[in-house]
Each structure stands twice: as C-alpha cells, then as structure tokens.
C-alpha cells in the first residue's frame, strides 16, 4: 500500500503546474514534498526519510535534502501551497452540492509529560486528556470542505463557526448538543443556505429567553419536537456516519492513529494531520 500511496503522490505533483526551480536552490519544492509524504506514509520522522538506505534500491540515486533543509524549507510558503494544492485535489475533489453535511471533532492526544505549550487540556471522548483537536466539516461522499486544527481545550462552537465561515456548503449541517448556540444559528443563517441541526442542551426547550432565541434555533426545535415529522430525527441518526469516517482515518497502516512523539507544536501537528488526510482521501478515492 505505502508504494501506491507514493505513486500517486508522483503522479498529482506532475499533474500541478509548479514554478520553475530558483538558481540558488537545490532542489525544488516537488522534490521537498515528496522526501515529506516518503517519511509521513511511512510514518517517519524527516531525520528517516532524508536517509538513502530507508529509500528502494531504484530510488537511492535520488539527491536528498539536508534535515536543516527540508526544515527550512517545509515552512516556506511555496511548499506550503504545494501541499494545500494536493489537498484540493484530493480532499475537495468531490461534489460539494450535496445538501447534508457534518461536523464534529476528533481528539489527538499526547502524553501528559510533554513539554508541547501550544497543546491543552480538555475532554476526550468521555474523559480528559492534554493534545489536539481535529474539528471537520464532512460530506456523506466524504468529502471535507474544511478542517482545522485547535488545542483540545478550544471550545468547539468557536471551531463551528470559522468552519462554517470558510466552508462553501449549503443544506443541513448536522452536529451533536455541543453545537447548539445562538451565535453558531446565526453564522449559518448568514450564508443563506445553511440550517444548523444540533439537538438542545440539556434536552428539548426554547430556554427562559424565548426573544433570544435565532430564528434558526428555534425552527431546529420545533422540527425536532413535531412527533408527526421523523425528518429531524432522521437527521440526527445519520450523524453516526462521520463516526465511521473517523475510523476509516484511523483504521489502516497509514492513518491517523495517534500522534508521534516527533509532532508537536501547533504548525508541525497541522502539516502532519493535512499529510494524513491526503492519504486518506487518496487511499479512499483510488480503493487502494
């Protein structure tokens, strides 16, 4: 599988048009790239994949950068949007007409002893835990308009809505009681298109400020509380699908497992998640 992934990394870099090679540089931006996505299939830190004997005997006359190098180079915006252009390709690649979407988050822990001041501490699953939080917008095709990666102490409902904000969606966004607020009811009402569907907290009640309450918030629980329409209900249980997709990301060699103990800082745990869900996408799309 790790030899197929790689081909098509090959592959969608010779399909995207990149600039020309400075005079000065070494190697170019494709070449960065690739030594990357070598050690992230692999799961590798770059201080393995910058080594020829980790490379196929077709592969070892292949120049390889510098550990300080690829470094440098990994934050350089020209890599960078090399990087977001695959992930364009493979992560938006889908129909993104559909008209019921899904959010929620996924935890990435790390070990309480770790000296990673970017990271915190929030709930994971049903207990606690000290890392990351992967917070997505998914399709039913899979597909995943936008993504982002907080501290697991962020609160959710903030994520929700400069999701919502740079997602191009319209339809049904479909979450669980932690996204049920009036300023999350209200981003969605702004793009015209968009009805968040989130149950109430704490159950089923406009609360003691009816006047408050978005128009938005309201029609969800009214459709959630009509017993002759299954509509809303029928949307809650279909949220169980980003569930399985979350499993699909980390049920394989290759997928988003955990995080290595060679992750941390917010920008390193952002490249290495984006990595992750291209492979993903790539391993899904192709049935690798």
């Known amino acids: 599988m790790e030899h197929q992934l790689w081909k098509e990394i090959v592959l969608l870099l010779k399909q995207i048009h990149k600039r020309p090679r400075r005079a000065r540089e070494r190697f170019g931006c494709e070449e960065i790239v690739l030594v990357w996505f070598w050690g992230v299939i692999h799961d590798r830190p770059v201080s393995w994949a910058i080594q020829k004997r980790n490379w196929p005997c077709h592969e070892r006359r292949r120049k390889l950068p510098s550990s300080t190098t690829m470094s440098r180079r990994l934050r350089s915006p020209q890599v960078q949007r090399l990087i977001e252009l695959i992930e364009e390709r493979t992560l938006r690649s889908c129909d993104q007409q559909s008209l019921y979407w899904m959010i929620d988050g996924k935890p990435l822990l790390i070990g309480n002893c770790s000296k990673d001041r970017q990271a915190g501490y929030g709930r994971a699953g049903r207990g606690k835990g000290k890392g990351y939080k992967l917070h997505v917008i998914c399709g039913m095709d899979r597909s995943i308009p936008a993504w982002r990666i907080a501290p697991m102490n962020k609160d959710e409902k903030v994520m929700a809505r400069r999701l919502v904000k740079a997602a191009r969606i319209q339809g049904d966004l479909v979450g669980d009681g932690n996204y049920d607020s009036n300023p999350l009811h209200e981003v969605c009402a702004q793009k015209k298109a968009l009805q968040l569907v989130a149950p109430p907290r704490g159950g089923t009640g406009r609360g003691h400020r ?13 459709l959630l509380e009509n017993p002759q329409s299954h509509f809303g209900r029928a949307l809650l249980r279909d949220r169980d699908e980003i569930e ?45």
């Open 210 to 222: 009816r006047k408050a309450q978005t128009p938005g918030r309201t029609r969800v629980i009214t």
């Open 244 to 288: 399985r997709q979350f499993g699909n990301l980390s049920n394989w060699g290759g997928g988003l497992t955990h995080l290595p103990p060679w992750v941390r800082t917010h920008r390193r745990v952002h490249r290495w998640v984006q990595a992750k869900l291209i492979l993903n996408a790539l391993k899904r799309s192709w049935k690798i």
